[in-house]
């Protein structure tokens, strides 16, 4: 991605585009764009020790006073909080916030499968082997991202759901089914703007991640990623064995960008035609928790 470039991103309501706002947007283009800042780069965004500071400093009450700044820059609708804004006692209360009963509609229908999560949506109905290439991105790997389990998923499709600061950031279990399995693997901290992945790391194969497999009764079995990103202070799993209905949380990001990516099985879904048309042209789709994603074949 060129400097001057901004993202663009498809309102799924509206259908209109507009730019997304990137917070630290210009630290993010030097420490991925500017070629005398590869040191920098190595050192800030593959090492965990500045990402852990900032966690610290987001959990602690010294971060309250950065609570109103972000609503304010990010037009966030402080109408759908659970909780008023006064009783957020750190920045990371705030980011983990829970909505209003009602805020996130799904659909129940047994074979419909529904967004995990608010964010920027591309989806890979079906691909090329291993291989998936994100807006502006490199071709990345399921046998880097997924070791060891790649193999019942080549061929299959994908799902990149990329949250920003903006977002609500607990994530959901799409479908109903049951957790046969999941592992932590340990990682960089890259970010996952789409400004890094022009640059070329591989978000998806180095970064700290989290799988959890989703056995279901319509869609096969379902392997759901939580990537973490530089300044994510943890990936917080609140549900991690036995069954599950749809839209159950399954966890949240600490303060971050962050991502979940959900690997199909081939032949076991249809992405919804949106979703695929907005991909096909290379942009993203802006997506609530809960709107329909996938249809179960």
């Known amino acids: 991605m060129s400097e001057k470039q901004p993202i663009i991103v498809i309102d799924r309501v509206t259908g209109a585009q507009f730019e997304e706002t990137v917070l630290g947007e210009k630290w993010?283009?030097?420490?991925?764009?500017?070629?005398?800042?590869?040191?920098?780069?190595?050192?800030?965004?593959?090492?965990?020790?500045?990402?852990?500071?900032?966690?610290?400093?987001?959990d602690s009450p010294l971060s309250k006073g950065k609570i109103q700044g972000a609503i304010d820059e990010l037009s966030i609708d402080t109408a759908e909080f659970a909780d008023p804004q006064e009783s957020f006692a750190s920045f990371n209360e705030f980011f983990v916030r829970h909505l209003k009963e009602g805020t996130r509609l799904y659909d129940t229908a047994e074979d419909t499968i529904v967004s995990p999560a608010d964010g920027r949506v591309l989806v890979f109905p079906k691909l090329d082997e291993?291989?998936?290439?994100?807006?502006?991105?490199?071709?990345?790997?399921?046998?880097?991202?997924?070791?060891?389990?790649?193999?019942?998923?080549?061929?299959?499709?994908?799902?990149?759901v990329r949250l920003?600061?903006?977002?609500?950031?607990?994530?959901?279990?799409?479908?109903?089914?049951?957790?046969?399995?999941?592992?932590?693997?340990?990682?960089?901290?890259?970010?996952?703007?789409?400004?890094?992945?022009?640059?070329?790391?591989?978000?998806?194969?180095?970064?700290?991640?989290?799988?959890?497999?989703?056995?279901?009764?319509?869609?096969?079995?379902?392997?759901?990623?939580?990537?973490?990103?530089f300044g994510v202070g943890g990936i917080v799993n609140t549900k991690t064995t036995g069954h599950v209905e749809k839209m159950d949380e399954k966890g949240y990001f600490k303060f971050g960008g962050s991502t979940v990516v959900v690997v199909f099985e081939p032949n076991a879904i249809t992405?919804?035609?949106?979703?695929?048309?907005?991909?096909?042209?290379?942009?993203?789709?802006?997506v609530k928790v809960g709107e329909p994603f996938a249809t179960a074949l």
């Open 271 to 286: 992405f919804s035609d949106d979703l695929v048309a907005n991909s096909a042209a290379g942009k993203e789709t802006l």
């Open 28 to 58: 993010i283009r030097w420490a991925y764009q500017d070629s005398s800042s590869s040191i920098i780069e190595r050192l800030l965004f593959r090492s965990p020790v500045l990402s852990r500071l900032m966690g610290w400093y987001y």
């Open 130 to 160: 291993d291989t998936f290439v994100p807006v502006k991105g490199h071709p990345f790997s399921i046998r880097r991202m997924l070791p060891g389990i790649s193999k019942r998923f080549i061929g299959g499709s994908l799902a990149i």
């Open 164 to 229: 920003c600061p903006a977002d609500y950031h607990r994530y959901h279990f799409p479908c109903a089914g049951e957790i046969v399995g999941s592992k932590d693997i340990s990682g960089a901290l890259h970010s996952v703007n789409p400004i890094a992945l022009g640059a070329g790391p591989d978000v998806f194969g180095e970064n700290k991640r989290s799988y959890t497999l989703l056995k279901t009764a319509k869609a096969g079995t379902i392997c759901y990623v939580e990537v973490g990103a």
